[in-house]
């Protein structure tokens, strides 16, 4: 259910009092075993919603309280700790922005775990939407390619994502397959031969750039919050999108009548993304030659005299 959860409370403690609420009060040994862990994992979570007056002991058992009213004042609890909040942050960025040569709408982040944490916050904060180029991870010592953290919850909460990948991503053995697994999470994918920088935008609000930096620190991020530096790069994105490459799901079922078989759209797909030949066929797991000896094959049947009209004639048909 995860009501208890959001309101910070662990998942064992919601765990706990469902079980209470749905079995019975039983004893703290029985609901120990209901629930798989220890007796003393169990007074804990008890402790917890003994606190909230969730639950209160009866002899040697504990018995669930009716949730509403306690949970609503608890609430508002988060509600007032909230706009405090809200007041501290006006007040200390008024401070900030007194004492600091930058503007208000822009945060500079000179160290990788800070740029890092403020990519993660945007994916777990956005509410509907996701704007992002990139060019995968960068710097000294960069990581493997990898989903970015959050993102795929925030898709499955709904958010809708537009990322444009750079070309040379494509190129490692393992990005098309993370790439198909956003696709079929709803990621909507596009490619370009020459995507600047990694940048992501959420809700068209706030937006994440970072930049691979020398020194002992890899990344440097800027946050922008608003104002006309927002609405450049919103633009910049755009023109990147319109610009880009689909790049489309690759099937799993067998191909519809008169279309490409499932092998043939796959390498439609990898070409269309701009893949050379020699990753084309890393990634089919052919030889190059074999790959090349397909895309003539390909252009023949569409009388296509060129791999770009045989992109142009394969979009006509649906194949991409």
Known sequence: MGALRDLGMSDLTERAYLALVQ???????KLAARLGIDVTAVDSALGELAGLGLVEPHGDRWVPLPPRLTLEVLAEQHLRAAAAARQGSEALGRLWAEQSPLPDYLEVLT??????AAQTKLHREVRTQVMALSVGPVGNDAPQLAQAPGSAEAMHRGVTYRVVYSTHILRQPTAMALVQQAISAGESARVFPNVPCNLTI??????????????TER???LVILGGGFLDAVIGVFESFWALAAPISAIPLDGAP???????NRHLLTLLGAGLTDETIARELGVSE??????????QKSLGAR??????VQAARRGWL
């Open 23 to 29: 079995g019975g009060p039983p004893h703290r040994e």
């Open 111 to 116: 160290t990788t775990d800070s740029t890092i």
């Open 202 to 215: 959420a809700d068209s609000r706030w937006a994440v750039l970072t930049a691979p930096m020398p020194g």
């Open 219 to 221: 990344l440097h991020g």
């Open 257 to 263: 009548d008169g279309g490409p078989s499932e092998s």
């Open 289 to 298: 030659r074999t790959v090349t000896r397909r895309i003539a094959a390909l």
């Open 306 to 311: 060129s791999r770009f009209q045989l992109g």
